[in-house]
């Protein structure tokens, strides 16, 4: 099973100094926002918005994380 981590969103806001009032007044909306804090799906669109808001790749916003055991692929 692959899980969904925005741990780099968070990193990335850091570094480049990004509030999330700035994500909010960007138009990520509060719902949106939850989500990234719970890490779970959002949309491509929302991706290339934040991508576009904090100037750098999605590798940079998500990773996915493979829970699969070893021996079960």
């Known amino acids: ?6 741990d780099p969103l968070w990193n ?3 570094i480049k ?3 999330q009032y700035k ?3 960007s138009g990520i ?4 926002l939850d989500s990234l804090k719970k890490d779970k799906n959002i949309t ?3 991706l290339e918005k934040l991508c576009r808001i ?3 790749s999605p590798n940079e916003i998500v990773k996915f994380i493979d829970e699969t055991p070893n021996n079960q692929h």
């Open 23 to 25: 994500l909010l007044k």
């Open 29 to 32: 909306d509060n719902k949106t």
């Open 1 to 6: 099973m692959t899980i969904i981590s925005y």
């Open 54 to 56: 904090l100037d750098c």
């Open 17 to 19: 100094q990004i509030s």
């Open 44 to 46: 491509l669109l929302t």
């Open 12 to 14: 990335t806001m850091k």
